[in-house]
């Protein structure tokens, strides 16, 4: 009766820890793929990185593929990757456009897309060919909702 117990309790215990994840964060002015991308925009120019949700799944960055500067990217097209001690992902661009600038930052040090994935993490910055891409893209409530359905599936 007593292991009984403490299974239950432990298994509710895992349920809760599992469900409260905690993604960490969730920027609310910014846009948000399903690929888990971001895009922080001022009119054309667009700032490009991978979500906090996604670093955390990823483990510790150790290698960051950039672009060049002036490089053509495609919304939903990978531009880079990741890799980190877990694994190696794409990184895809949530919009379409010219790159104008490449984080050189992380080519000596990738470990800034863990400790700061929305501001020092940054990976690439875009002028914008259509604004109107922006519309496809989650804002932060729909990315968050996004993000629990899709660990309620793991």
């Not at 298994?11 to 599992?18: H, K, M, T």
Request: aromatic content about 8%.
């Amino acid at each position: 009766m007593a292991s009984r117990l403490w299974a239950s309790k432990a298994a509710s215990y895992l349920r809760l820890s599992v469900f409260h994840r905690g993604f960490s964060s969730v920027v609310k002015d910014l846009k948000y793929a399903d690929s888990h991308e971001w895009v922080k925009f001022d009119g054309k120019s667009a700032v490009v990185g991978i979500t906090d949700h996604a670093q955390d799944h990823l483990g510790d960055v150790v290698y960051v593929e950039l672009p060049e500067a002036g490089t053509t990217v495609t919304q939903g097209s990978s531009f880079g990757a990741v890799e980190s001690v877990k694994a190696t992902s794409d990184i895809n661009s949530p919009v379409s456009g010219k790159v104008v600038e490449v984080n050189e930052e992380l080519s000596s040090s990738p470990g800034l897309i863990n400790a700061s994935p929305y501001e020092n993490g940054w990976i690439i910055k875009v002028e914008m060919n259509d604004t109107g891409e922006l519309n496809s893209l989650m804002d932060s409530e729909q990315y968050t909702k996004f993000c629990e359905e899709e660990d309620a599936k793991h």
